[in-house]
């Protein structure tokens, strides 16, 4: 029944910045903690930040002080701002709850950093 849908993603410059959506289906974002993961070719999905229902806030150390995860309860949406790319930050990112479950992943926006 949960549909999460990821948006924003797109082609930048090392130094540049986008801003990704993450809508739901259903009423979730003031419930559960959530969260964007990315995943690289090759590599393991990985937690990037998460955000709790009050508020607090975690960030895994390569992203932290360039992204910023948020919430909008009314529009039950999640946002991930990400500043200064580079061009590890290469992946399909998604949303989900933290922790996450399996059955709600999406098709996920693809971010490309060229150098």
């Known amino acids: 029944q949960v549909q999460l849908v990821e948006s924003g993603g797109g082609l930048v410059q090392t130094g540049g910045s986008l801003r990704l959506s993450c809508a739901a289906s259903g009423s979730i974002v003031s419930i559960n903690s959530m969260g964007w993961y990315r995943q690289a070719p090759g590599k393991q999905r990985e937690l990037v930040a998460r955000i709790t229902n009050t508020g607090i806030t975690n960030y895994v150390d390569s992203v932290m002080g360039r992204f910023t995860i948020s919430r909008d309860n009314v529009k039950n949406a999640v946002y991930l701002q990400m500043n200064s790319l580079k061009p590890e930050d290469t992946a399909v990112y998604y949303c989900?709850?933290?922790?996450?479950?399996?059955?709600?992943w999406g098709q996920g926006t693809q971010v490309t950093v060229s150098s």
């Open positions: 989900n709850i933290f922790p996450a479950i399996r059955s709600f």
